[in-house]
C-alpha cells in the first residue's frame, strides 16, 4: 500500500534550495523526492533518536575507535549499546519489544544510518539477517554482541555466523 501524500508549500534558504537541487541532480531523483526522504529520515530517525543525544560520527573514525579498543572492550560496548537505545526506541516507536519490531529497528538503523546495510531472507519459518559493515573485524564482534543484546530479552538468541565485513544470523 503506497503511503498517503500530502502537499504543502515551504520557504527555504536560497543555498539549502541549490543543494537539493545539486543532490538531486546527482542522484537522479527529483527535488521533490530528495526533501522526501530527507523529510522521512528526520520524522522516523533523528528526530526520535534526539532524546537519546545521538551524534553521527564518519564511517572511519568509528572504525579507528574500534581497533584502539581490546576485543573485550568491544564486546562490552555491543553488549552495553545493544540494551541502551535499542529496547526504549522499539517501545517508544512499536509499543513492545517483539521479534519483528526488533528486526524493524535492525532495517530502520540500516535505512537511516551507515552503521550496515540490512538485507534478509524468510525461509522454512527462519529467517536469516545479513548485516553488512566496513569496520573489519571488530566492527563484526561490536554488531554480533549488539544484535545478541537486542534479542537477548526476547528468549530467541540468533545464530551467528560472522566474518570480517558482515554479521549474518538465523532466526527460528
Known amino acids: 500500500m503506497k503511503p498517503k501524500t500530502a502537499t504543502a508549500s515551504f520557504r527555504l534558504d536560497e543555498s539549502a534550495l ?18 522526501n526522504q530527507l523529510v522521512l529520515a ?4 533523528d528526530r526520535p533518536m534526539k532524546r537519546f543525544h545521538m551524534i553521527k560520527v564518519p564511517t572511519s573514525s568509528f ?4 581497533e584502539a579498543a581490546t576485543n573485550e572492550a568491544v564486546v562490552e560496548a555491543g553488549n552495553s549499546a ?15 519489544l517483539t521479534l519483528e519490531n526488533a528486526l524493524n529497528y535492525l532495517k530502520t538503523t540500516a535505512d537511516y544510518t551507515n552503521l550496515f546495510e540490512y538485507s534478509d531472507v524468510i525461509r522454512a519459518g527462519k529467517v536469516n539477517v545479513t ?13 554480533q554482541r549488539y544484535v ?8 530467541k538468541p540468533p545464530r551467528f555466523l560472522p566474518d570480517e565485513n558482515a554479521v549474518a544470523f538465523e532466526l527460528q
Open 18 to 35: 541549490n543543494a537539493l537541487q545539486e543532490d538531486a541532480r546527482k542522484q537522479n531523483v527529483s527535488v521533490n523526492t530528495l526533501l
Open 82 to 96: 545493544g540494551k541502551d537505545v535499542p529496547n526504549t526506541y522499539i517501545r517508544a516507536k512499536w509499543g513492545e
Open 42 to 45: 528526520y520524522a522516523n530517525y
Open 131 to 143: 548485516l553488512t559493515h566496513d569496520f573489519g573485524a571488530k566492527g563484526s564482534l561490536f554488531l
Open 148 to 155: 545478541q543484546a537486542i534479542f537477548e530479552p526476547l528468549g
Open 63 to 66: 572504525k579507528h575507535i574500534l
